[in-house]
């Protein structure tokens, strides 16, 4: 091989392994009973309410399911305990990004929340209408079936009150998960409403995660059945 080939092939290995990276994303795409790290230092390990049962192959990486795929008699909940403040200059877990994907091989869609700091408590539900926190304003969303989603202690505001978060266009689209919407960033609660269309009127089981970037960014997900 002579030289000049070299940075040539070490190009190509750089593409492959990107391409692997995107088949199988760093949050979990496919289905795991893979346990995550210790937790950070200002969380203990989470507690669900209700659980059930999971299952499928290990895949690589932190991913692991906190509630199995059911459908939520009550409100699921997971309990971080989150010593605050976080940082001085961050009293609580920041939301740095909301991200949507579709898995059609895996039967599921996603929609994930990313925090700067320890990963806050959430809990998620069925609920007739999704309403905004303090005012109760009625939240528009598409579909006929709707997800709360709220994280606390939690915000998405800088200490200027400026969003701290990007965030996808609020039409999904996707099979079953058709669109999300900002419910609330008030005194430490986080709120999000979900709208879902099941194929056949009714609702849909949900399978709730957790994940830590290799930039120590902790990563919420929130898995719909596509049909």
Known sequence: MTPQ???????????LAAACTTATDHDGAAPTTATAPGAAAATTPATATPAAPTSGAPVEGSWRATYGWAVPATPARVTHQVRVPVTPGEPLPVLV?????????EGFSRITFAFRGPTPSYQVGYVP???????????ELP???????RFDPAQAHDARGASTADVPPPR????TLRGWAAAGDFEGH???????????????????????????????AVDVRRG
Not at 5 to 15: E, F, N, T, W
Not at 97 to 105: F, L, Q, T
Not at 197 to 203: D, E, F, I, K, L
Request: glycine share 16%; charged share 15%.
């Open 143 to 149: 579909g006929t079936a709707f997800l709360s989603v």
């Open 172 to 175: 999904i689209g996707y099979p």
């Open 190 to 220: 986080l709120s999000f409403g979900l709208g879902l269309r099941p194929p056949a009127g009714g609702t849909l089981p949900v399978r709730l995660g957790e994940s830590t970037r290799p930039d120590g960014t902790h990563v919420v």
């Open 97 to 105: 990004e909301v991200g949507v994907g579709d898995h059609p091989a």
């Open 129 to 139: 209408q999704v309403v905004t926190e303090g005012r109760g304003a009625p939240v």
């Open 5 to 15: 080939r070299v940075p040539l092939l070490a190009s190509l290995v750089v593409l």
